[in-house]
């Protein structure tokens, strides 16, 4: 750790109000350049913990940059992984309130829930597949507090990877028999294809996603507890929504999702 605690103490402050007050800011490796991957990962904690403490539930995981459309977008190399909670789920068929968020996208995801704990280092997509309950369709509605949407990865580490809301529903299916890899998903806005995926665009395997999250976890000490629910990282690229418009999101025998911006 390169950040004294109240350096990290101050620096999730700082993003947190960013996302109350719905405002860009400019990303933290500026004023901290000598901040490392512990560091970017503490004030994601930091984070978590104040959301905690104000009665908000974590609902589940995410995984991010885990396909190289995404990454290729961000100009980023590495995946990252992040939490999602209770007052950031929004059901099928809602609305995504641009009155709420800053500059939101939406991106296609593949998410799983699992029946028992997986834990790492040395977790593989067979223990991920052995440990899935079932795998659903999910939307994540991403909102970077950094000004224009761009940064490095501590610094979207530490903004606890852009979460902000997410969608799931569709047909929860069991993978025996599931091909994840060839699973085709198409994203439509207004009516439009804008970008279309199969499973494999994550990192070959939607469940390679799984496996490396219980690895970064178990790295840190951490697991994946039955029950969990983990988002895969965005198999298609990130689109920008804006009031007035309408996105499906078509997964190839999981059923689709759909949302209105307002
Ligand atoms: C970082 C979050 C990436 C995904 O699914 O790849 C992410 C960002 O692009 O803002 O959630
Ligand atoms: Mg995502």
Known sequence: MALAPEIIAELARYLDTAEMER???TKITDQHPEMDWDD???IQTALRQRHQARGIGMAGYKAGLTSHAKMKQ??????????LTDVGMIPDGGEIDTATLIHPK???EIAFVLKRELSGPGCHIGAVLAATDFVVPAVEVIDSRYKDFRFDLKSVIADNTSAAR???????TSVTGLDLRNLGIVLEKNGEVIDTASGAAVLGHPAQSVAMLANMLGR?????????FIMTGGATAAVAVE?????TVRYQSLGSLSMRVV
């Open 23 to 25: 405002r860009e800011v």
């Open 40 to 42: 970017a990962y503490a």
């Open 74 to 83: 961000m100009g980023v190399s590495d995946p990252v992984f992040g939490f």
């Open 106 to 108: 939406v991106e296609a």
């Open 166 to 172: 997410w969608i799931t529903g569709g047909v929860a």
């Open 220 to 228: 840190r000490g951490g697991s994946l507890p039955a029950g969990a």
């Open 243 to 247: 009031a007035g418009d309408t996105v």
